[in-house]
């Protein structure tokens, strides 16, 4: 059983910067593609950014590119995700995914068919 344990969340101000870690057992870190989801309150959840289990390749939403960034330390068997330029909307509860895949490639964007989650951690970003 793979088990994932987001921490790092937090409030800031509007502009500030967090970096959430999301730390794997349970199995070989390596073969997980990896990534983050959010959900506002009232909202749905939401794709963030995933990375490949080689790190090799990345995918980001929209609202977040130019802003956050996605890495992972397989030595460490950690996922990271760096926040800049913080805005109000970002607030949520962020949640970490693991999806098992052959192709070292391989990202996901949507989140039915995700193999393992954290329980979340809260961000919340004041005005």
């Known amino acids: 059983q793979v088990q994932l344990v987001e921490s790092g969340g937090g409030s800031v101000q509007a502009g500030g910067s967090l970096r959430l870690s999301c730390a794997v057992s349970?199995?070989?870190?390596?073969?997980?593609?990896m990534g983050w989801f959010r959900q506002a309150p009232g909202k749905e959840r939401e794709f963030v950014a995933a990375?490949?289990?080689?790190?090799?390749?990345?995918y980001w939403h929209d609202s977040v590119k130019g802003r956050f960034t996605i890495s992972r330390d397989n030595a460490k068997n950690t996922v990271y995700l760096q926040m800049n330029s913080l805005k109000p909307e970002d607030t949520a509860v962020y949640y970490c995914?693991?999806?098992?895949?052959?192709?070292?490639?391989?990202?996901?964007?949507?989140?039915?068919?995700?193999?393992?989650w954290g329980k979340g951690t809260l961000v919340t970003v004041s005005s």
């Open positions: 995914a693991a999806d098992s895949a052959a192709d070292s490639d391989y990202v996901f964007v949507l989140d039915y068919g995700i193999d393992y």
């Open positions: 349970g199995r070989t870190f390596s073969n997980y593609a």
């Open positions: 990375i490949s289990w080689s790190g090799g390749n990345t």
